[in-house]
């Protein structure tokens, strides 16, 4: 299952010119929403048009589909005129879908250097779309019951690339975030922490997904141990049925513990968007609503 998959399975400051945090919200969190909860193809700007209609503030942007880390610059440009027109910010880049194939902790060092070129590219487009945050899945041991490379060999290999990056991320000033998609690394919230910290740079921090790491431990207790290294928020809800394999439910229909998520989330000063990351095919006012709830918890 690759990083496209699982989003479909799955059912700080925004740096625009003329949509800050401080100029649009004071609010401790913000509304965001994810690409994959609009028709596919719908032209990008109805997106957003729909998405500001809902009490939605910003919307994260996956590459892969029409947008793509060959888009050119300009397209680029016009894409977040296009937000910034809406009332919308841009929240993020998903780079990941789009480095899929050059990861990280690839065997051939030739490959790891396209990973790399690809997360620079993704530093820019991060710029001409005016967000400060880079989504990344840091290399990935395996999907499902096969493994593809070790994890310890994961750990080395992707701690010596990013340091080729990390410059360009300070320069820019957009954070890589790292989100634990079920890729079987850092599988931990002391691994993740850990992994994070030995780069000595805050450019480097945490996509944190709620429902994700249900699979791994309890969320609450990943934000207190991970604590202002979370930089983003993904909202999805889970349901466990025993010690066999849960599924993703619609929010506030699984085993989160909502109100422990809240609680950890302002006791560890998180400020910012939470996105809920659900397909199309769960109607986009329900996900409104239950994002209203779940905020109100805090």
Not at 78 to 102: P, Y
Not at 120 to 138: E, F, H, N, Q
């Amino acid at each position: 299952m690759n990083r496209r998959e699982f989003s479909k399975a799955a059912l700080a400051p925004v740096l625009t010119s003329g949509l800050s945090l401080a100029q649009t919200d004071s609010k401790r969190f913000r509304k965001g929403i994810t690409m994959g909860s609009f028709a596919k193809g719908k032209p990008l700007a109805d997106c957003f048009a729909e998405a500001k209609s809902l009490g939605f503030e910003g919307v994260e942007i996956s590459l892969g589909g029409q947008v793509k880390l060959e888009t050119p610059d300009d397209d680029l440009k016009r894409l977040r005129e296009a937000a910034e027109k809406n009332g919308i910010a841009i929240i993020n880049v998903w780079v990941s879908g789009a480095i899929a194939d050059t990861p990280l902790n690839a065997a051939d060092p030739k490959v790891r250097a396209k990973g790399v070129a690809g997360l620079r590219r993704g530093i820019k487009m991060a710029t001409l779309l005016g967000t400060d945050s880079l989504l990344v899945v840091p290399g990935e041991v395996g999907w499902g019951s096969t493994m593809k490379y070790g994890y310890e060999v994961t750990w080395e290999r992707v701690s010596a690339e990013l340091p080729k990056v990390i410059p360009d991320a300070e320069k820019a000033g957009v954070y890589m975030n790292f989100e634990e998609v079920w890729n079987r690394f850092l599988t931990s919230p002391l691994d993740m922490r850990r992994f994070i910290d030995q780069f000595h740079t805050k450019h480097i921090a945490v996509h944190f997904d709620v429902g994700n790491i249900l699979q791994y431990g309890f969320p609450e207790d990943w934000i207190n141990t991970l604590g202002s290294r979370i930089h983003r928020v993904h909202l999805k809800d889970y349901k466990l049925n025993g010690f066999r394999a849960g599924q993703f439910v619609p929010l506030l229909e699984g085993s989160v513990d909502w109100k422990a998520v809240m609680a950890a989330l302002v006791k560890t000063g998180y400020r910012g968007f939470m996105s809920p990351e659900y397909g199309h095919d769960t109607p986009l006012r329900d996900i409104s609503t239950a994002w209203d709830k779940i905020a109100a918890m805090a």
